[in-house]
């Protein structure tokens, strides 16, 4: 097997880390040919689609892509910003407002760079960069509060098979999940209070959370207990009785069973019942984009309408909220820990700064000064 060529070694470099902000990926524009390109690589991962090679291939090369590219494409456009696509737009600054605040923490020997797992900027690329750049630390931060082997597991394999070919392998760390890690929990909290306090609260909050097959549970997947989780640390932290809240799964894809209950039909049940407003969030989708702005806020607003409902809000995704920055540079934070991103001087300042939070914090609850 062939390594890559090693970049030039410059003697006496100071070596550097990086933080590597890894989404899911986007189409490159919204149509037809960059749906197709896009979706190819998605649909071709063995991790999301569990179907043998042979068979799938033919149903993806003879009916997904020539019929399903041009109606993706339309989907596409009826979010696409000015900017571009919404998702590579948020991803692209939530990772500068990260490095932002961890360079204000003192860590100023880090780079915080993003990749797409399918379409571009790629995750191989990106990594082949910091290698030039001199980075031999890197921290894999997935978009995915919840691990699951059809989103995180798949990053992983890209960065392990990356590396593979690689002659000089960097120190790699991985975030698995953050699923119930206080930082999200209380930015997805006051997302919602900042809702309800210029809008009033809803006859019911639904959290729909990206659907998976169900086989996948039985096998040992882990995803849908998590996002359990982090639905009842949510609504704990909203003070929400559990006839107050409904947890469902969106973007059902195929004629088999994925996990239950289905967001769609679900809304159409609770406008039939007499619920007249329904408040609708993703939390397992940290960034806008097309399962959030177009299946939930256009198709699942038309549908529970429809059905009867009176008013449908779509409260969105953290995107680069204050807050869901200051729990990222958290959760990053504590996977950093012993390496040398800070300058003897920050890191001092940064030990009184932790110390003294956690002096307030016993104090709070009424620890012996």
Known sequence: MAFRTEPSH???????????????????????????????????????????RAVWWFILHGIILPFRSSKSAEKYASIWSEQG??????????????????HARGHHQLRVVYAMRYGSPALPEVLDQLKAQGCTRILVLPAYPQYSGTTT??????????????RNVPELRMIRDYHDHDGYIQALCRSVLDHWALNGRPDKLVMSFHGVPRRTLLLGDPYHCECHRTAHLLAEALGLAPEQYLVTFQSRFGKAEWLQPYTAPTLQELARQGVRRVDVMCPGFTSDCLETLEEIAMEAKAEFLHAGGEAFHFIPCLNEAPDWIDGMVDIVEQHLAGWPTMSNAAAREDAARQAAIAAQRAAAMGAPG
Do not use: C, M, W
Not at 26 to 48: C, E, H, I, M, N
Not at 85 to 102: D, F, M, N, W
């Open 85 to 102: 696509s919404p998702l590579k737009v948020h991803t692209e600054r939530q990772a500068a407002a990260l490095g932002a605040q961890l």
């Open 153 to 166: 597991a798949s990053i992983f394999d890209s960065v392990f098979e990356h590396y593979r070919r690689v």
């Open 10 to 52: 410059i003697h006496g470099s100071t070596p550097s880390s990086a933080v590597v902000l890894v989404n899911l990926g986007t189409p490159d524009a919204p149509d037809a040919r960059a749906v197709r390109r896009y979706l190819k690589q998605f649909l071709s991962d063995s991790r999301v689609v569990e179907i043998p």
